[in-house]
């Protein structure tokens, strides 16, 4: 009976293991003995691969081939690989293409209608071709044209409104071109992670591409703002003043150019495997939970109502934003197989914080839609904070249960990385269905 018992635990406990493994750790423990298909799979998403080479380990430890990947994923090349030099002309050749998309129609058209309709657009489009260029896929790119083709249709029939002398834009057709970038941005994703776009973890690592985005981009664009500044000041000397030209041309050109340059370091020379993005997450989760207490307590302190006063309410959901975006990126970057620690009660009281924020401008939006009515900006806000609200108590319930030890950290990388398409969903909702709903008003 003892060792029946036994037995049966242990099928237990091999089958619980198993279903906390990942897709791409599942599919290399099941082609160990096919080499190619190892390689197929590391080529599609080689962050992926090498976490999941670390977790088919624990699971497999005397397999003679995990341990030789990992000793190959593990070696530090010293010399570039010579496709870099490859790489290096596609993200060239993307960036000026992306540059003359953006620029050269603004030209003839007048920019406050052009930029904030296909900038972002041509942007998130340049990113995806350039991941389209290192992993060419067909229907990806069938896609994309599609997508390309419908975005640029709705935006060039958005309306404005004229008021006297001055063109503007109602508040339907502003939210409309906030969100259209967020719901393309899940086509980008697509392109990222190819064939393991159903994989959780694998959508982790794509969250972590947008940080590293992020950061690499600030980066390199504070380098070139120096470096355009430095180009005014010299042409200065020489008593030419090129500023007015300058800066709405070749500015704008390289400006728009550098997510796409961003991506190159990313992807090319840092071999996706930069590690800004976990250690500012881990140095600002705590200074972000100080900030906000701190903020918190004067803004109530000096009377601000966000259920009243709108600047309030602004004011309240970008935190909210903000500190949601600081909160996923920090818990989705610990260490796995890391001891509960300090950090871990940080991350908790964090999103504790963020979650009561929600409540109050939850509560808030609610309350000027009870009293003023519907409008698309309010609705809009109504959405993020309803969607932000249920994802926030899922990500807590999971993160107290790491906390106390009940289930693994690889638990957040389900809660965050099956939630994504509920945030691309309601984007797209906004951004195609919302303006109609209010006639374009």
């Known amino acids: 009976m003892r060792n029946t018992s036994c037995s049966q635990n242990g099928h237990i406990d091999k089958h619980r293991t198993h279903s906390a493994m990942t897709t791409t750790t599942s599919l290399i423990l099941n082609h160990l003995h096919d080499p190619e298909e190892l390689e197929s799979l590391y080529r599609q998403d080689p962050e992926a691969f090498r976490e999941a080479v670390e977790e088919a380990i624990h699971a497999s430890p005397d397999s003679i081939v995990l341990h030789v990947w990992r000793a190959r994923l593990g070696y530090n090349q010293t010399v570039l690989d010579p496709k870099h030099g490859t790489k290096l002309w596609y993200a060239l050749g993307i960036c000026l293409a992306v540059g ?19 900038g972002p657009l041509w942007i998130i489009l340049g990113l995806a071709g350039y991941f389209l260029v290192r992993r060419p896929d067909r229907a990806l790119l069938m896609t994309g044209v599609i997508l390309a083709a419908i975005a640029t249709g709705y935006v060039s029939l958005l309306p404005a409104t004229r008021l006297g002398e001055d063109w503007y834009y109602t508040d339907s057709v502003v939210m409309a071109l906030i969100h259209l970038p967020i719901a393309l941005w899940s086509y ?3 392109v990222f992670l190819g064939n393991s776009w159903r994989d959780a973890r694998a959508r982790v690592q794509f969250l972590r591409y947008n940080g590293e985005l992020v950061i690499l981009t600030s980066v390199v664009g504070l380098g070139g703002m120096v470096l355009s500044g430095l180009t005014a000041a010299l042409f200065l000397l020489i008593d030419l003043e090129i500023a007015e030209w300058y800066f709405p041309n070749v500015g704008v050109f390289c400006a728009v150019a550098v997510p796409v340059g961003a991506t190159y370091l990313f992807d090319a020379i840092f071999d996706r495997r930069t590690a800004i993005a976990p250690v500012l997450a881990h140095v600002f989760a705590p200074l972000f939970l100080i900030m906000i207490v701190t903020y918190l307590v004067i803004a109530l302190a000096e009377g601000a109502n966000p259920f009243i006063d709108q600047s309030s ?8 934003l903000l500190v949601l975006s600081i909160s ?23 999103v504790s914080l963020t979650l009561v924020i929600n409540v109050v401008a939850l509560s808030a939006i609610l309350f000027r839609i009870i009293s003023f009515g519907f409008t698309p900006n309010r609705v809009a806000v109504l959405g993020v904070n309803v969607i932000a609200l249920v994802h926030l108590a899922w990500i807590l319930a999971t993160y107290i249960g790491v906390v106390r030890r009940k289930v693994g950290i690889e638990a957040m990388d389900r809660v965050v990385g099956n939630y994504l398409p509920i945030y691309s969903a309601w984007a797209a909702i906004v951004a195609f269905f919302l303006p109609v709903v209010f006639g374009f008003g």
């Open 100 to 118: 003359a998309l953006v620029r050269l129609p603004a030209i003839a058209f007048e920019e406050w209608w052009y930029y904030p309709r296909f």
């Open 188 to 190: 980008l994703g697509l």
């Open 313 to 320: 309410l602004i004011t309240f959901n970008g935190l909210l």
């Open 328 to 350: 996923i990126f920090s818990l989705v970057e610990r260490k796995r197989g890391a001891d509960v620690g300090l950090i871990d009660y940080i991350n908790s009281a964090l």
